[in-house]
């Protein structure tokens, strides 16, 4: 009786990690039905917003089919955990280990501790600072106070994490901080570019993971799910808008207008955009001996959209084609290193983002809404083009990434998790 209940306890256990932690909706419900395969059980994985339905049968439980409520939100993104999670399920099902084992070993996995302090202070200002080169900064003023005003957002949000429950609160506050750094900046410092240092820290903030599993569930009919996800990453991005504005107004400033456009030289940018990838892999806890392949790959992403925009394709395009090449390498790579798709998707296209159309939206509707009725109608055109290039670019990384994914698996069905690499 006891290793019936153990069998079940690991099984929710492994869905509650995976789910919890970035994991695609589609590999958590093949790989719990892989997991219970491995114990003579009949899983049927049932998630939706805040917990998952599983209804376990099989012989090896005396006491008939057995439904288990598993309380699990998908808001996190820890690879560390996804990957450790996934080792012990190939080591489960190899024989390797038996239930007793897997439940330690999964209640390790529940204790890891998240990357140091350090590291994720000190890349948070590196993530944010190769953005704003890779949007066309070059003075040392800017790119400095670029990366101190992430490394202080960073600090911030470490803080606030171990004294508020509430997951928006920290988005809100370091978005608060960026703004208030470029409100002072453009007071005191008025060579610096106080756009990009508004704008980098709060890129750095955009839940692209969570956007990216909802358009995969919304792909596979998930409608419930894929709404609940989106519903999620468009409050935190509605937060981090709402704090950049606060910042800029706390410091008497609005948005200010962007610089000229300023051609990158495809070596920096691509250079840039390896560091920010290294950002983006360690804010989701990869693990250093890993995060090398989606340098990589982000800087290959890179070189294709840099030459696709210097063949004069449009803005969104540019981002289909790198987004495309990035869903293709790295379908089987997530697969093989046991990692989340959509955290090494998306750090490997963090750049491509449209955060700076976004806050711009937000920036301009206040501006409209101050104006009231005397609003001239110019200020329109500047709202919908900023919406319309937004929504362009999003749907074009959304389709860029899920295509590839969708058909691999289709023709791969080893790559979607159905079983551990090189065998069937």
């Known amino acids: 009786m006891r290793a019936a209940g ?18 695609t909706t589609e590999r958590l419900i093949v790989t719990v039905e892989r997991l219970g395969r491995a114990f003579g059980l009949t899983v049927s994985v049932l998630p939706a917003w805040g917990e998952i339905v599983l209804r376990i049968e099989g012989n090896a439980l005396p006491g008939g089919p057995v439904v288990e409520t598993v309380a699990a939100a998908p808001t996190g993104v820890e690879m560390n955990k996804v990957t450790q999670t996934l080792n012990i399920v190939d080591a489960v099902a190899a024989g390797r280990m038996d239930a007793t084992q897997a439940l330690a070993a999964l209640r390790a996995v529940d204790r890891v501790a998240p ?18 080169i890779i949007f ?45 750094v470029a409100a002072l900046t453009s007071r005191l410092l008025p ?8 704008l980098c820290p709060c890129m750095i903030l955009v839940p692209g993971p969570h956007l990216l599993n909802g358009a995969l569930d919304l792909a596979r009919l998930r409608i419930a799910l894929g709404v609940a996800r989106f519903s999620f990453a468009g409050l935190i991005i509605l937060v981090i808008c709402t704090g950049l504005i606060a910042g800029l107004a706390l ?29 983006y892999g360690t804010f989701f806890s990869m693990p250093w001996r890993t995060l090398g392949i989606p340098i990589a790959i982000g800087m290959l992403a890179h070189a294709s959209r840099w030459l696709a925009l210097a063949d004069g394709m ?37 750049s491509l983002l449209p ?61 979607s998790g159905a079983a551990p690499s090189g065998r069937r």
């Open 251 to 279: 410091g008497q400033e609005s948005l200010p207008p962007p610089g000229p456009v300023v051609a990158v030289p495809l070596l920096f940018d691509v250079l840039a955009a390896g560091v920010a990838v290294a950002a």
């Open 6 to 23: 153990d069998t079940v306890a690991v099984v929710a256990a492994v869905a509650r990690l995976l789910y919890s932690n970035g994991l």
């Open 314 to 350: 449009s803005v969104a395009g540019g981002a289909f084609i790198a987004c495309f090449l990035v869903g293709v390498i790295v379908t089987p790579v997530a697969n093989r290193l046991h990692l989340p798709f959509a955290a090494v998707a998306f750090a490997s296209v963090v």
């Open 115 to 132: 990357v140091s302090l350090l590291r994720a202070v000190v890349m948070n200002g590196a993530g944010a600072s190769a953005l704003a």
């Open 191 to 198: 060579d610096a570019d106080p756009y990009l240092i508004a």
């Open 136 to 180: 066309g900064a070059s003075d040392p003023a800017t790119l400095l106070l670029t990366a101190l005003s992430a490394c202080a957002g960073g600090a911030l949000r470490r803080g606030l994490a171990h004294i508020a429950a509430n997951m928006l609160t920290q988005p809100l506050c370091a978005a608060l901080l960026a703004g208030l």
């Open 355 to 415: 955060g700076a159309f976004l806050f711009r939206l937000a920036a301009g509707l206040v501006t409209l809404m101050n104006a009231g009725e005397t609003a001239s109608p110019t200020l329109l055109v500047p709202l919908v083009v900023d919406a319309t290039t937004a929504a362009a670019i999003l749907l074009a990384m959304a389709f860029g990434l899920i295509l590839p994914k969708m058909m691999l698996e289709r023709l791969f069905p080893v790559w």
